[in-house]
């Protein structure tokens, strides 16, 4: 992300905690059925080598096997997807086809892994983010008019949600 914030993995301390803990082994990335987790590249050298996921290249479908896998507890072992604590998503009403009136499109309610939690249907038609969001990105990713942002935990102000352990 432009802003330097990074949408971490389940479970990822708070940044300066986790880049303090991360060895930057690439284990999680490794243990990812979905290939969700890549190493971030670039020549920042506290973020070179940390493990990131970007929702519009492969988002986290929260399976919770990368968490168990880090040698450091730069990841907290968490096995819930409700604890994943990764960040929050962010509609733009403006852009989604449902609150424009174009169509009903129920896309990201229906891949949301914490349906009727994270993301609700209000009135049967239009998405709400709740504050059960963990920032998994899956909405953002499925998102036909790309209408939905998943901001890092980091980027969020305290309080704010995000799935914050």
């Not at 493990?51 to 968490?67: E, G």
Request: glycine letters at 10%.
């Amino acid at each position: 992300m432009s802003d330097g914030h990074l949408l971490r993995p389940p479970g990822a301390r708070d940044e300066a905690e986790f880049l303090r803990r991360c060895l930057q082994c690439g284990r999680c990335a490794q243990l990812c059925p979905f290939g969700s987790i890549f190493l971030e590249a670039g020549f920042d050298p506290r973020t070179c080598g940390t493990p990131r996921i970007d929702p519009r290249r492969t988002p986290c479908w929260l399976c919770m096997r990368c968490p168990p896998a880090c040698p450091t507890g730069a990841l907290r072992p968490v096995t819930e997807m409700a604890k994943a604590g990764m960040g929050r998503a962010w509609l733009d009403k403006a852009r989604c086809s449902t609150y424009e009136g174009s169509i009903l499109c129920k896309t990201c309610h229906e891949k949301c892994p914490l349906r009727n939690t994270a993301l609700i249907m209000d009135l049967g038609m239009f998405p709400v983010v709740t504050d059960a969001c963990v920032g998994c990105g899956v909405c953002e990713s499925v998102c036909p008019r790309q209408a939905i942002v998943t901001l890092p935990r980091a980027a969020l102000p305290p309080g704010a949600g995000g799935g914050t352990p």
